[in-house]
């Protein structure tokens, strides 16, 4: 009796993973998933921090996926090890900070590693050649493969017959002829085969799974560490560059302030790690303040505060500064016009 | 049969997922643990994550800005 192999898949929780994964199972291949959590991966729950995005589903697609495909999902923290990847990508960044290339390599390597201390055969991705500009395209696939490690132990079921034949094809544990050859960014073949499947209900990430392809999340990563002067962050970091309105009246401090009550919630997380304000006199939005804030700077912050909330068209307004350890004071400013602030000054 | 705790406060998904994850591997099966978060997203995904590696749900709770997912290790 031959031996039963084992393939990894690749899982972001959108379709085309879905879909190789499956394929895979259809020919008898044990198939569990592993899913890369990097700290920049959009997830239902991120959105749901808004209030405004309550009716998202509130899931993990990966997660979701697994359970559609009934395998098991390996869910890994790769947070520290991703900064190298996104301080120093070898192959340079997209169109805003994303090193989708060096990222996909990163994640591949990952895997072989896993493979290799999991006893597995194989590794299995749901590229598709053309699919995305940067790393799914016919000249960085081989790429991936050959700086990844993996090699001939990569597959690719759902554009396999566009590329040559890999170990599991060779050696006979996948039939090629069942594997597909979808290219280009056309969604057809894909939806196609959900529907021969018979999934309904997938994720279709518009601007794929991770913040660094949005041009707003990432000119806040780069202000960032423009103001510190280096690009060290950690996961506090980049988790509130995902809330709030970002206003830098300086190099030295940021001021976040909460955009509605989810945010607010959030943030109240933050208040023992940030200096924080909010209204005393008028019902207003809660802020952190980033960096190293002067007395001065401190009165600019709570003019700004004070415009985003229900006193903006006050006199004056208080508003409540409170240190990290709790100690907290109070001051009296008058809310800054909303025409007034220099549009530089928002991030 | 241990009974354990596990504070994910603070963390989005996936994180109180992977902690859960990583604390399960260094328990038996039989053993216990609950896990307590503020992100909402976990009632579905710690009951989802147990379903597909075969560990049960005993409980999940509710209360204020606190969610708590009560285990055991399958």
Redesign the interface.
Known sequence: MSKQRKAVALISGGLDSLLAAKTLLEQGIHVEGI?F?TGF?V????H??RKKDKDKP???N???S??QL????????VIDEYKDVLINPKHGYGANMNPCLDCKIFMVHKAKEWIKENDFDFIITGEVIGQRPMSQRKDTMPIIAEESGADDLLLRPLCAKNLPMTLPEREGWVDREKLYGFSGRTRKPQMALANNFGFEDFAQPAGGCCFLTDKSYSDKLVDLWSARGDKEYDLDDI?LLKVGRHIRPNNNFKVIVAREDGEA?FMQ?YKKEFLNMNCASHRGPLALIDGKPTEEDLIVAAQLVARYGQGRDAEVVDVTIREKDGNERQVQVQPFIADKIPQEWFV | MAKEMLNAKRLLCPLPVIRTQDKVKKMNHGDILEVVCTDPGVMQDIPAWCRINGHKVLETLSEEMEYTIILEVG
């Open positions: 899913n959590f991966c997830e239902g729950h991120t749901a921090i509130k899931r993990n990966a997660l979701w697994a359970e009934g395998i098991k999902l390996h869910i890994i923290d988790m919630r997380g």
